[in-house]
């Protein structure tokens, strides 16, 4: 597992990707929350709080994390890379989660810049306000297990195909299913709440309000670990072939 971790972290960062990854997150939020006008843009929200950060984050990761895992199987079998880890002492379930591990790593040090928006919003509060450090600690614990949930689908979808285009239209979709289109639906059907419960937005929501549930966290783990043995189960059949 660390084999993999460390390969993968290698490719990140001994190359322009990781960075570039990196770069494009905080230059996207930056854009949205600072300079353009509109929903997102904390000094023009009349609000001493984050909020927009958590609001926009899981739209970018949406994206950004499809890019991050297409290459993640389908290079390997392209390459065929793939094969030749099969005859080392790797497990399938450690080349799985060294990978997804590498993908969450990458994710953490795209968040660690983003305090600075926490503590451009905290210096600027008067003094009778008070910042609510409870929703904010939540929101990214609540970032970080959507991150998982997204980073899983992300390397499943990229074992079924040796194409990464088509491995990441295929994951953005399944992730905007999950996160949006469940919710939509509930919405549609007048706020079905148990529609609404399978979900990711919310469970997102329900964390990022500064309490952890553990059934939040059940959720987004079950769907993490429902993905690893979905990936599990096709990496093993390219195996046997």
Same mark, same amino acid.
């Given at each position: 597992?660390?084999?993999?971790? =460390?390969?993968?972290?290698l490719s990140f960062f001994g190359s322009?990707?990781?960075?570039?990854?990196? %770069?494009?997150?905080?230059?996207?939020? %930056?854009?949205?929350?600072?300079?353009?006008?509109?929903?997102?843009?904390?000094?023009?929200?009349?609000?001493?709080?984050?909020?927009?950060?958590?609001?926009?984050?899981?739209?970018?990761?949406?994206?950004?994390?499809?890019?991050?895992?297409? =290459?993640?199987?389908?290079?390997? =079998?392209?390459?065929?890379?793939?094969?030749?880890?099969?005859?080392?002492?790797?497990?399938?379930?450690?080349?799985?989660? %060294?990978?997804?591990?590498?993908?969450?790593?990458?994710?953490?040090?795209?968040?660690?810049?983003?305090?600075?928006?926490?503590?451009?919003? &905290?210096?600027?509060? &008067?003094?009778?306000?008070?910042?609510?450090?409870?929703? +904010?600690?939540?929101?990214?614990? %609540?970032?970080?297990?959507?991150?998982?949930a997204y980073s899983a689908i992300g390397?499943?979808?990229?074992?079924?195909?040796?194409?990464?285009?088509?491995?990441?239209?295929?994951?953005?979709?399944?992730?905007?299913?999950?996160?949006?289109?469940?919710?939509?639906?509930? &919405?549609?059907?007048? &706020?079905?709440?148990?529609?609404?419960?399978?979900?990711?937005?919310?469970?997102?929501?329900?964390?990022?309000?500064?309490?952890?549930?553990?059934?939040?966290?059940?959720?987004?783990?079950?769907?993490?670990?429902?993905?690893?043995?979905? +990936?599990?189960?096709?990496?093993?059949?390219?195996?046997?072939?």
């Amino acid at each position: 597992m660390l084999t993999i971790y =460390r390969k993968e972290l290698l490719s990140f960062f001994g190359s322009l990707l990781g960075y570039l990854v990196i %770069g494009f997150f905080l230059f996207l939020n %930056g854009l949205f929350l600072f300079v353009l006008e509109g929903p997102y843009n904390i000094p023009n929200s009349g609000y001493a709080d984050v909020t927009p950060f958590f609001t926009l984050t899981p739209w970018v990761l949406l994206f950004l994390i499809p890019a991050i895992t297409m =290459r993640m199987v389908s290079e390997e =079998r392209k390459l065929g890379t793939l094969e030749i880890l099969f005859t080392k002492p790797i497990s399938v379930f450690d080349l799985i989660v %060294g990978k997804w591990l590498a993908a969450i790593t990458l994710i953490i040090v795209a968040l660690i810049p983003t305090l600075v928006y926490v503590f451009i919003v &905290q210096s600027h509060i &008067q003094t009778s306000s008070t910042f609510d450090w409870g929703s +904010t600690l939540g929101s990214y614990f %609540g970032v970080l297990f959507l991150a998982s949930a997204y980073s899983a689908i992300g390397i499943f979808t990229s074992a079924l195909s040796t194409n990464q285009l088509v491995s990441f239209v295929l994951s953005v979709t399944i992730c905007f299913l999950l996160y949006y289109g469940v919710e939509g639906m509930s &919405q549609w059907l007048d &706020q079905n709440y148990w529609i609404s419960y399978i979900g990711m937005e919310s469970h997102y929501k329900s964390i990022s309000r500064g309490v952890i549930d553990t059934r939040d966290l059940i959720y987004f783990m079950s769907v993490t670990a429902i993905f690893w043995l979905f +990936t599990h189960a096709k990496i093993t059949q390219l195996k046997n072939q």
